[in-house]
């Protein structure tokens, strides 16, 4: 019971510690600080375009209505209309980072694991952005991510059942910490059947990590940051169970 509740503790403390290995160690931060920077640029952009078109288009459909432009009422409207837009932009700006970001990911968590305590012994397989072992990686982690997202729409579904629920929030906290543990895991071979049996077995860690990590992608634009604390995480997560082996 002891030995549960200190891994509960240390995956829930867990992206406060990657934060901090993050932020000391220069080739994380480089690794880390790329993708957001893409994110937000590409995302400034494609959000200045929808807001204009959005401003336009309710314009001149409230103009076509007969609405007054310089009327207090078009004022109201569109400042609701504005805000709308301002709304969707923080939602949709989880989905534009984590696109940008995944080629990065693989990258990030091999560079953290010889910083982590305890390192995880290195592997045969060197990553470089975009290198053909990267993609092979990459189209493992696509199908992995493609089951985990039927898991987790099926546990969305049976979410609105009275204590079946609880269950499925379990669930969806767990499918977040198998999304992150598996950039360490896919480098090393292991598939979607090795990933779903490494929660079974550090179920209390895993738990800890998916609680947290449920918390930081659940802030906008908050998110994009806590993206490659997230990645180091799951990459420390896989080191440890390595340890207690």
């Given at each position: ?30 690794w880390s600080a ?6 937000v640029t590409v ?29 207090w009422s078009m ?171």
């Open positions: 019971m002891i030995k549960a509740i200190n891994s509960f503790l240390f995956g829930l403390t867990l992206p406060l510690r990657a934060a901090k290995l993050i932020c000391t160690h220069r080739t994380l931060l480089v790329i993708p957001v920077l893409l994110s995302h400034s952009y494609l959000f200045l375009q929808l807001q204009q078109l959005a401003q336009k288009w309710l314009t001149g459909t409230l103009t076509h209505w007969g609405m007054d432009p310089s009327g004022s109201i409207i569109l400042f609701l209309g504005k805000l709308f837009v301002m709304l969707a932009g923080i939602l949709s700006f989880s989905i534009v980072a984590s696109t940008i970001a995944s080629p990065f990911n693989d990258v990030l968590a091999e560079k953290s694991e010889a910083l982590i305590a305890p390192p995880l012994p290195p592997t045969s397989t060197k990553i470089q952005l975009f290198s053909g072992a990267q993609l092979k990686i990459l189209t493992i982690d696509i199908t992995k991510s493609i089951v985990a997202a039927g898991m987790g729409l099926f546990a969305l579904a049976v979410s609105w059942i009275p204590l079946i629920n609880l269950v499925a929030a379990v669930a969806l906290m767990l499918l977040i910490c198998f999304q992150f543990t598996s950039y360490p895991q896919t480098r090393r071979g292991l598939g979607l059947i090795a990933g779903l049996r490494f929660l079974k077995q550090h179920f209390s860690a895993c738990l800890g990590f998916g609680i947290s990590a449920s918390l930081g992608f659940a802030l906008p634009l908050i998110s994009v940051i806590f993206l490659p604390i997230a990645v180091v995480s799951g990459t420390w997560l896989v080191a440890r169970a390595e340890l207690e082996k």
